[in-house]
């Protein structure tokens, strides 16, 4: 394996990385929870990075010795030459956010040059190195990219008018208010019908994946199985249907539920639901099904099942995971949906969730509530898809070798 000469150049320079992307997460999340102001001095960080990376590769720090490096470090912070700027004033959050820092640069830069050495090192040793760095700055971004919004619109929900106007950019949480945090989500329930939407929305989601089942099923299982004329273009063409903006199709549809009076109905909804669910739900299940063994179902023709016998007794028990994971995503799709919603009710009676929220949307209405109608909106369905992840991944990879 090739030697390279430059190992003591790639501690330093790791660091002189990664220290930036720490101290701009760290700076930024703290911002967001005191309401303070801090922000990352990239050149020290740049500076101190370097200095740390390179020494987690000289040196084989214990811990009395690690503990001693996060407290110079933290304390670094408050001479106004560290890699974050805090307050102008020492105080508790500052603290916590500099040895937070502190903690997490160096304890993080010491695994990431893990098997490294100040002189030579191989090809493998240097890759794995710029492998941990792009990983763990990969994480962060990404979190940083979920998670801020997230907060953001919690901590709008539970702030008050008051509160929002004196300082909108302060995302701190007031804990001395006790339930009255939570007012606007009772005002939700008690002066909006929110309850209603959130009915509303789960009765024309799960109508919706039963729907789609019944006729994704047995479409999937003729386009793997059963031989025909056309079969091939059918299945190639399942997906180009999906492809098809909703925008383009608005119009028409608009027009056409206007003149049947199926607009602002439940029923028209659950109409318009399936057809953009059903060509998706096809094109999952059938490179499931083409996956299963086709003895099997040999197997139980010979033994005189009929073939819906067949798919009911043997394919539909071996497809639960398929079958789970395209509820889970065709559960999300109608829950989610707001276009066709917004165009074909009006009837604040039979508004579905998303609907719901678009009607916060008023200068009328405080902030609070419009962000406490997303916390509603989101919470339910991330519990259900971080319960039932597993089956989704376990669907959506089974079929992938064969079909």
């Known amino acids: 394996m090739k030697t390279l000469r430059f190992g003591f150049v790639v501690g330093p320079l790791l660091g002189a990385l990664w220290l930036p992307v720490l101290s701009t997460t760290v700076a930024v999340a703290a911002s967001f929870i005191t309401g303070d102001a801090y922000r990352p001095l990239m050149l020290y960080s740049v500076f101190w990075g370097a200095v740390l990376g390179g020494a987690a590769v000289r040196f084989d720090f214990s811990t009395p010795v690690l503990i001693a490096v996060i407290t110079f470090l933290a304390a670094v912070n408050f001479s106004g030459i560290g890699p974050m700027h805090t307050t102008e004033e020492f105080s508790l959050p500052a603290l916590l956010a500099s040895i937070l820092l502190a903690a997490a640069v160096v304890i993080s830069q010491r695994r990431m040059v893990a098997g490294l050495e100040w002189g030579k090192l191989t090809r493998h040793e240097f890759e794995a190195a710029v492998i941990r760095f792009l990983l763990g700055a990969g994480y962060i971004i990404f979190t940083a990219i979920v998670l801020i919004p997230f907060y953001v619109m919690v901590m709008t929900s539970l702030k008050s008018q008051q509160a929002l106007l004196a300082n909108p950019l302060d995302f701190s949480l007031e804990l001395s208010k006790g339930m009255d945090l939570f007012r606007s989500y009772t005002e939700l329930f008690l002066d909006f019908g929110f309850g209603g939407y959130l009915w509303t929305s789960a009765f024309v ?161 405080p902030r609070q509530h419009l962000m406490a109608g997303a916390v509603i909106a989101t919470v339910p369905i991330m519990a259900i898809f971080l319960g039932l992840e597993r089956f989704m991944t376990k669907g959506l990879t089974a079929g992938s070798v064969k079909g």
């Open 205 to 365: 989601s799960v109508l919706t994946v039963v729907i789609t089942l019944l006729f994704s099923i047995p479409g999937a299982y003729a386009v793997a199985r059963l031989r025909f004329r056309g079969r091939a273009a059918f299945s190639r063409s399942i997906l180009m249907i999906y492809m098809v903006p909703m925008i383009v199709l608005a119009l028409p549809i608009y027009i056409a539920f206007s003149i049947t009076g199926l607009r602002n109905s439940i029923f028209g909804i659950l109409l318009i639901y399936p057809v953009t669910t059903i060509p998706v739900a096809l094109y999952m299940l059938q490179g499931y099904f083409r996956g299963l063994p086709s003895e099997v179902e040999e197997a139980g023709l010979m033994d005189g099942l009929s073939r819906l016998a067949v798919i009911v007794k043997i394919t539909l028990p071996l497809s639960l995971p398929a079958l789970a994971s395209v509820s889970l995503y065709v559960f999300m799709i109608a829950w989610n949906e707001f276009l066709l919603a917004f165009m074909l009710l009006d009837d604040p009676s039979k508004f579905t969730l998303t609907r719901g929220i678009s009607s916060l949307n008023s200068s009328e209405i």
